[in-house]
């Protein structure tokens, strides 16, 4: 069954690093998004991308972070320098369809900040 | 958005039908539920939508009720494995675009021997 990899699993940086974290999509699906849990809260919406441009984006998706698909398959989420209350699990989806409101997450990259 | 209200934890025996309630009473005629599940610490995983209408799948009942302000989602034969956090969301229908999904705190399903 096609899945949503990510990469990588886990990542720890130090504070002011750049980080960059990597998602394949499902191969025939063109909508993307990044989502991001922080330890013990509420699954959080990041940003979604179409057409190789940012269709909606959230509060929390400032200057720090930047999204592209740069090779038609990558699907990369960049925080141009952590803070500590970056450390959270970051999901990856993407979706065929996305009226249809079926998402297909990957396992997540979870980014540790020190 | 509507709002959806789930109970933060439930138990259910291993085998036994796990029901979880989802109160969504501001809901409006255009909106679908929408259920996903977490387990663990792993990515969100699609379970069932509708309308109005029940629906099955392999994995899920969804039971909605006449009004629309609630539903029910069933597991017919639970196991260790359903152990997980339930979402229960409401959404706009097809003809509105490029619709994100807001996850809640869920309902956190234990599944016991």
């Known amino acids: 069954e096609p899945e949503v990899t990510q990469t990588p699993s886990h990542q720890v940086t130090q504070m002011g690093q750049e980080v960059i974290l990597r998602c394949v999509p499902i191969?025939?699906?063109?909508?993307f998004y990044w989502y991001r849990q922080i330890l013990g809260q509420k699954v959080e919406f990041l940003v979604s991308?179409?057409?190789?441009?940012?269709?909606?984006k959230s509060e929390i998706f400032d200057d720090q972070f930047s999204v592209e698909r740069p090779d038609g398959s990558n699907f990369t989420l960049k925080i141009r320098s952590t803070k500590l209350e970056d450390s959270a699990m970051y999901f990856c989806?993407?979706?065929?369809?996305?009226?249809?409101?079926?998402?297909?997450f990957g396992e997540g990259s979870r980014l540790t900040v020190l | 958005d509507a709002k959806t209200t789930q109970p933060p934890s439930m138990d259910c025996a291993e085998g036994r039908a796990a029901n979880l309630p989802c109160n969504h009473s501001?809901?409006?005629?255009?909106?679908?539920v929408y259920w996903y599940r977490q387990i663990h610490s792993q990515g969100p995983q699609y379970i069932i939508h509708?309308?109005?209408n029940n629906e099955t799948n392999e994995m899920a009942s969804l039971i909605i009720t006449e009004d629309r302000k609630s539903s029910t989602l069933i597991l017919p034969h639970a196991t260790l494995r359903d152990t997980a956090v339930y979402y229960c969301?409401?959404?706009?229908?097809?003809?509105?675009?490029?619709?994100?999904?807001?996850f809640g705190t869920g309902t956190r399903l234990l599944v016991s021997p």
């Open positions: 991308f179409y057409n190789n441009e940012i269709s909606e």
């Open positions: 509708g309308l109005k």
């Open positions: 989806a993407s979706t065929e369809r996305p009226r249809a409101g079926e998402l297909f």
């Open positions: 969301i409401v959404r706009p229908s097809m003809n509105t675009g490029f619709q994100k999904l807001v």
């Open positions: 501001t809901i409006s005629g255009n909106e679908y």
């Open positions: 191969s025939n699906h063109l909508y």
